[in-house]
């Protein structure tokens, strides 16, 4: 139990473009879902924490309007990288915490490579 | 000050050998601490959770905190080649916000 996909794994690019990336879970409701940047060889940078229903919270030095949370559902959140450009080629990652549960349990997605030209 | 240091490595050990990997933190608020293993190119996937001090086993793994020293640890038994990976520690204040602070990772190989 307690898978988490994204799609998709893998995209590359045009600098300028803007590229969707989504998160589900696929066994269990995810009433809190979060995003996070890994640069290689380097650990996880949380970007934002998504609720259902409700505006995304980001943490400090990341902009809102470059980087659109949705969590339209309890079990699938997407991120918009607007307007990409080759900085923002890194690997994101979703993670997805079950509703009701404390304790900070999360489940990580596999990532998703953004390459951008 | 980073909250959580944690020694990038890498580690190299041979097959067998028992582990030990370790991370320090400033911030006494923490209570949840966390591991987490990560393979080349794949997200984290959780190995073990602690609440508070104290020790816990599962199988081959220790976790073990020590929050009077801010120091926390996990052991590897018998460690084998399938345990080359990036190994993460994690941890969290008790305010439900599910914010956690991860360290930098630590990359291990095990050498057959």
């Known amino acids: 139990g307690a898978v988490v996909s994204q799609h998709p794994s893998r995209v590359i690019c045009k600098s300028g473009t803007s590229v969707k990336i989504e998160c589900r879970s696929l066994d269990f409701q995810a009433t809190t879902m979060f995003w996070y940047r890994q640069f290689p060889k380097q650990s996880l940078m949380l970007m934002a924490t998504?609720?259902?229903?409700?505006?995304?919270?980001?943490e400090q030095g990341v902009e809102k309007d470059k980087f659109l949370i949705n969590h339209a559902s309890l079990t699938l959140s997407t991120l918009t990288v607007t307007s990409a450009h080759p900085e923002d080629s890194s690997f994101y990652i979703c993670?997805?915490?079950?509703?009701?549960?404390?304790?900070?349990?999360?489940?990580f997605g596999p990532g998703t490579r953004l390459t951008v030209l | 000050q980073k909250e959580v240091e944690q020694d990038p490595g890498p580690l190299s050990v041979p097959e067998g050998a028992i582990v030990s990997l370790n991370c320090t933190y400033s911030n006494s608020a923490f209570q949840y601490f966390m591991w987490y293993r990560q393979y080349s190119r794949k997200g984290p996937e959780l190995l073990m959770y602690?609440?508070?001090?104290g020790n816990k086993e599962d199988g081959r793994f220790t976790a073990q905190v020590d929050k009077s020293s801010k120091y926390i640890s996990l052991f590897i038994r018998d460690s084998q080649p399938s345990d080359s990976a990036t190994y993460l520690c994690a941890m969290s204040e008790d305010t439900g916000g599910f914010k956690t602070i991860f360290g930098a990772g630590t990359r291990l190989f095990v050498k057959a």
């Open positions: 998504s609720n259902e229903g409700s505006k995304a919270t980001y």
């Open positions: 993670s997805a915490a079950p509703s009701a549960q404390r304790g900070d349990t999360q489940y």
């Open positions: 602690t609440y508070s001090s």
